[in-house]
């Protein structure tokens, strides 16, 4: 069975604003896989060299103090030559009250090798090739901090590649070139990094799947390099929905964390006429906990199950296209609230979303769909249950591809069709609206300096952030926590 080689999601991101995503993926490969798609790991330590300018701290309140423009130099000795280089940080941040920091920026490298016979003196060699990518993450009040770096090449070895770091330093000084940063990462080709196929089906080997039939018997039947998924409930009638489900399952241990989403996907070819809906699972058989996302003739529905035997239903009736599409479940931790985002995809237009739809689940017991809506929209007959309160199920250990028929017990078996299973996993980065007023005057104006006040009668201070021109006018953005303030040109 060909598994867990990836495909692309990093190329559409632009080479230097690379704030506003990154995907992360450095646990849910397996070497093998990496190894399959050109995807090697590393480990890097580095040492500050030097800080041409060690920033603007810019202190507006107790409760509001910037960071900007912090500029540093690395010496990055690497696992792997390519990540080997001399690296460039531009720092920005923000603190919190407790000390702690938010911190982000950009940042480049340039690939080359180190002479270490003095110490003291080091010196770089360029090779040939440059990274650039940005990073964020958390700055502690003792000095250590952790940040994710993303991170693309240009030139020489590393043109094409991408990186995924995770770095951190201990405790100290926020400038002291004795203390070592330690990163950890994976190098692949673009777009290697962010989608695993967990099986696209190609080999027909289907032995590491299991498969569970309801109440009746099925099959999983490999061909054409895709997966159909066979119920057989000749003389079984639907009374739960337990008693006429197939699912093909396959052991995977998943967890989404705060601020992460993953999101499953499949190419739904079809299903046939005797089958009710087409479904994907997040599952937890030990705590009998799951979400699925089903796709239905008339519905687009959320499932919740809440232990053995009883289950909540949360969505749309809608109809909507469901053979040659791609169907995709997500969930994404917020806090105490897991949202769960269901879309499909029509294949047959390049790949154009069709339908989206999002659900929340909170510790509090969500409002479902009434079982009246389902005999009335569906013409099914089965009871569900209300939801129960107790935190979202963020983790588990199987996913499932499934199928229901809602029958008498005299259809014929009930099929669907499945191809190129997919786990996407996405770090939803930290985006922060910084308080603050943008000042903009000519910029053929006489060479002004820009002062600021919190009252009309001063005291007036110089604003130390930087002026940058845009055509014909000179722009100063100025954090500010004040209802109000005051500022001027002198």
């Given at each position: 069975m ?9 190329s559409?991101?632009p080479?230097?604003?690379?704030m ?9 490969a397996t070497?093998?896989a ?6 090697t790991s590393?480990t890097s330590?580095?040492?500050?060299i030097a800080?041409p300018?060690?920033g603007?701290?810019?202190v507006f ?6 960071v900007r ?6 010496r990055?000795?690497s696992?792997?030559?390519r990540l ?6 531009l720092?920005h941040g ?6 702690s ?5 950009t ?6 090798t180190?002479?270490l016979?003095?110490?003291?003196n080091?010196?770089f ?5 440059l990274?650039?990518?940005?990073w964020?993450?958390l700055?502690?009040p003792d ?7 993303v991170?693309?090449?240009t ?6 590649l991408?990186i995924?770091?995770t ?5 100290g000084p926020i ?5 070592p940063i330690?990163y950890?990462g994976i190098v692949g080709?673009?777009g290697?990094l962010n989608v695993e196929v967990i099986?696209d ?5 289907v032995?590491n ?5 309801g109440?009746?018997?099925?099959q ?6 895709q997966?159909?998924?066979r ?11 337990f008693d006429?489900f197939?699912?093909?399952t396959?052991?995977?241990s998943?967890e989404?964390?705060?601020g992460q ?5 499949a190419?739904?070819v079809?299903?046939s006429?005797?089958t009710r809906q087409?479904v994907l ?7 009998s ?7 239905c ?7 919740k199950?809440?232990g053995?035997?009883?289950g909540a ?7 909507v296209k469901h ?5 995709a479940?997500?969930l ?7 949202i769960?985002t ?7 237009n ?5 339908y ?9 017991a ?5 079982n009246?809506a389902?005999?009335?929209k569906?013409?099914?007959d089965?009871s569900f249950?209300p939801?129960s ?21 005299t259809?014929d078996p009930?099929e669907?069709?499945f ?6 996993t996405y770090?939803?980065?930290l ?6 007023v943008?000042?903009?005057w000519?910029?053929?104006a006489?060479p002004?300096t820009v002062e600021g ?6 005291p007036?201070l110089?604003?130390?952030?930087p002026?940058f021109?845009?055509?014909s006018?000179k722009?100063l953005?100025?954090p ?7 500022f001027r040109?002198k």
């Open positions: 060909k598994t867990c080689h990836k495909r692309s999601f990093l559409s991101i080479r230097w604003p690379l506003a995503t990154a995907a992360y993926l450095l646990t849910l070497p093998n990496w190894a399959a798609a050109g995807v590393y330590t580095g040492y500050q800080a300018y060690p603007d701290t810019l309140a107790t409760n509001n103090v910037h423009n912090m500029l540093t130099l690395y990055v000795q696992t792997d030559a080997t280089g001399r690296r460039t940080a720092t923000y603190y919190h009250p407790d000390g920091a938010t911190i982000y920026g940042m480049n490298e340039e690939v080359g180190w002479d016979i003095d110490p003291q080091p010196k060699t360029a090779t040939g090739g990274w650039d990518g940005t964020e993450g700055f502690q000095g250590r901090w952790q940040i994710k770096i991170g693309r090449g030139g020489g070895a590393v043109d094409g991408e995924i770091e770095a951190t330093r201990g405790p400038i002291d070139p004795a203390i330690n950890t080709p673009a290697a099986d089906f190609a080999d027909g080997d032995s799947w299991g498969l569970i039939a109440s009746g018997t099925g999983l039947i490999p061909a054409d390099q997966l159909t998924l119920g057989d409930f000749r003389g079984i009638r639907t009374i739960t929905e006429t197939a699912s093909a396959l052991q995977r998943w989404v964390l705060d989403t993953i999101e499953m996907r190419d739904v079809g299903f006429e005797t087409a699972w997040f599952w937890d058989p030990s705590s906990r799951a979400y699925s996302l089903s796709l003739r008339g519905a687009f529905l959320f499932y199950l809440l053995a035997g009883r239903l949360f969505g749309d009736f809608v109809d053979t040659r599409v791609v169907l479940f997500a994404t931790a917020a806090g105490d609230n897991l769960l269901g879309r499909v995809f029509d294949k047959d390049q790949n154009a979303l069709l989206e739809r999002s659900f929340v689940d909170t510790p509090a969500d409002p479902v769909i009434p009246a389902i005999r009335e569906l013409g099914m089965i249950y939801d309160p107790g935190r979202p199920l963020m983790s588990g250990t199987s996913f499932a591809l499934g199928l229901l028929q809602y029958t008498d017990g259809l009930a669907a069709t191809d190129n299973l997919e786990l996407r770090d939803v980065p985006l922060a609206i910084d308080k603050a943008r000042l903009q000519p910029a053929s006489y002004f006040a919190p009252t009309v009668r001063g007036w110089p604003v130390l952030e002026i021109e845009s055509g006018v722009q953005t100025v500010t926590s004040d209802m109000r303030g005051f040109l």
